[in-house]
């Protein structure tokens, strides 16, 4: 009798684990699963032009979960909408490339600010090694999902900011890239009569 009194704690505490670790998974599963909704919203919202409502969503993202890469991405581009502090938005963006490198829409995000920001030819260079990181990325499925059409847009971007660099030959091919894929893509038609002046 004295051994079988013994082993009720043992297995007490066993169950007590047992429960303890089920409920830690259906949380975190219950997590991932909500910082996904705030994200979707957050979208639907962004779609919309309600930035301010699409920040939220994904602030409350974040907040469910703090690795949610594309949480950070829409906080990215909804500051970026709302025109909000530039040290923020990059913040944003360089978050969600850190949780997925292959988000192709936060590079893009991040090329976007750095060619606003363009504090020296540094943020020009860089904003091309992003908009690089964008095109070679696996990530496809996250380009394109509002603010650019195609990658005629990318490279439209790519060859402003070989014009600011005074790197015509090189704005002039990308431009050639660009007009393969949209030829009345209307920033490539203002760089290219930029261009001829």
């Known amino acids: 009798m004295a051994r079988t009194l013994n082993l009720i704690p043992s297995a007490i505490i066993f169950l007590v684990s ?3 670790l089920i409920g830690c998974t259906s949380d975190y599963e219950t997590e991932l699963s909500s910082a996904a909704s705030h994200t979707q919203q957050g979208w639907q919202h962004y779609r919309l032009g309600d930035y301010t409502q699409a920040l939220i969503s994904f602030e409350r ?3 469910t979960d703090p690795e949610y890469a594309d949480a950070h991405n829409g906080v990215g581009w909804s500051h970026l909408s709302l025109s909000l502090s530039i040290p923020l938005i990059q913040e944003a963006f360089q978050n969600a490339i850190r949780y997925d490198s292959s988000n192709t829409d936060a590079w893009v995000g991040l090329a976007n600010v750095l060619y606003l920001r363009n504090k020296d030819s540094s943020d020009f260079n860089a904003a091309i090694r992003a908009i690089d990181n964008a095109l070679q990325s696996d990530g496809q499925e996250y380009l394109y999902r509002h603010d650019y059409q ?16 005074g790197e015509i030959q090189k704005a002039k091919q990308e431009i050639d890239k660009a007009l393969v894929i949209d030829e009345q893509n209307r920033t490539v038609n203002v760089l290219q009569n930029l261009l001829k002046e």
């Open 18 to 20: 047992f429960i303890t």
């Open 150 to 165: 195609s990658e005629a847009d990318l490279f439209a971007m790519k060859a402003a900011c070989y014009f600011y660099l």
């Open 61 to 63: 993202a974040i907040n």
